[in-house]
């Protein structure tokens, strides 16, 4: 998988979705609806599908992986801090570093120099992403916080917002940084086709093509970092989350790579007793 794949089905009318990206789990007098998301989007998802929005409507309470509106700066700068002692130069070598501090200054991103190298490639891709019209104000995430505000509907995150963080700050003790940024920068060249390739596969809710993106991700020990503790470890927190809340109904909305695969939360609610089914919009 291209990392920025993982990062934009991941971690935020006219253009309607697919039937695999939206369904209903149930379990005795319990209903749940889940969406796959995409984090990032351009202005072909201007609203939202017509299906998920009258879910929202049904529902008591939205799920999100985390709820924005508790992320602080205070929260993240322990995780964003580069120690004293350590330098770009020594986590990641010359060559890499210098590779990475020239892309970074082709986009005005120099700045993001004083902060750990992981967090500046995600940056960078961000930037070329948005360079060509996918910003995160037009993902499914943040316009289902927005409408459910405006709604009154009680919103919660699954998680600590600071868990993810946590996770890609281990990326150097891991001995992933380097292969994290250097996948990353690989990336960049490539951006806007595999956007738009990303965004249709996305759209078309092709389980197996979403699933097909797990493949090329870097090293084997980069691919079972993100498949075991960026995806599967999260899905099982998630629904014991679930669980110790216990909504009687609720929408859940998380990147589309959770919900599939034997460890996705579709098979995790399965094995727990809950009845599947896919949504139609037949709108």
Known sequence: MKIFSFLLLWLYSGYGL?????????????????????HLADARLAKLPTALAERLQRSEHLYLEINPHTVTPQLLAPFLTLPAAESWQTRLGSSLNSELEHALAALN?????????WFAAMQLSQAHAKRQGFVSSQGVDMQLLQLAEQQGFTVSGLESP????????SLAERNLEQDFVRHSL???????EHLELLFSTWQNGDEQALLALLDDQGSPALTDFISQELLWARNK????????????????????????????LLELLKADGYQLQKVRDNT
């Open 18 to 38: 697919s039937a695999p990206a939206l369904w209903s789990a149930t379990k005795g007098d319990q209903q749940l609806w889940l969406f796959g998301s995409i």
């Open 109 to 117: 991103l120099s700045h993001l120099k004083t902060l750990p190298p």
């Open 162 to 169: 600071t868990l993810v963080f946590e996770l890609m700050a």
């Open 186 to 192: 690989t990336e960049q060249a490539e951006m806007a």
């Open 237 to 264: 927190l998630w629904l014991a989350e679930l669980k110790r809340h216990a909504p009687t109904q609720a929408l859940i909305v998380v990147g589309a790579l959770h919900l599939y695969g034997e460890q996705g």
